[in-house]
């Protein structure tokens, strides 16, 4: 079983930058993308960020032009680079893999507070 596992969280003032990263134990098999979503208290999970293995990249509105996603795939790693980031940006971040077949991996999720 492939596990995705997250690092990179932790508490920063509004308008700080936070990097997330997101490294698969092992090369996922049938890959089509890897993404991160969000989910904040009291509100349901949300797409961030996604990058497939063309490199195509998509965003929500609410963080185009402040994260980028990236990712490394001799290393089997994606990362979320948060710039510029608001209160509204806290929440519990997860890295997704899609696979052919519908098969989703999820990662455990990682912390993120905003937060003077």
């Known amino acids: 079983q492939v596990q995705l596992v997250e690092s990179g969280g932790g508490l920063v003032q509004p308008g700080g930058s936070l990097r997330l990263s997101c490294a698969a134990s092992?090369?996922?098999?049938?890959?089509?993308?890897m993404g991160w979503y969000r989910q904040a208290a009291g509100k349901e999970r949300e797409s961030v960020a996604t990058?497939?293995?063309?490199?195509?990249?998509t965003y929500a509105d609410s963080v185009k032009g402040r994260f980028t996603i990236s990712r490394d795939s001799t290393e089997n790693t994606v990362y979320l680079q948060m710039d510029s980031l608001f209160p509204e940006d806290a929440a519990v971040y997860y890295c997704n893999a899609r696979v052919v077949y519908g098969v989703e991996l999820w990662g455990q999720g990682i912390l993120v507070t905003v937060s003077s």
């Open positions: 092992r090369n996922i098999f049938g890959l089509i993308s």
């Open positions: 990058i497939d293995q063309g490199g195509t990249t």
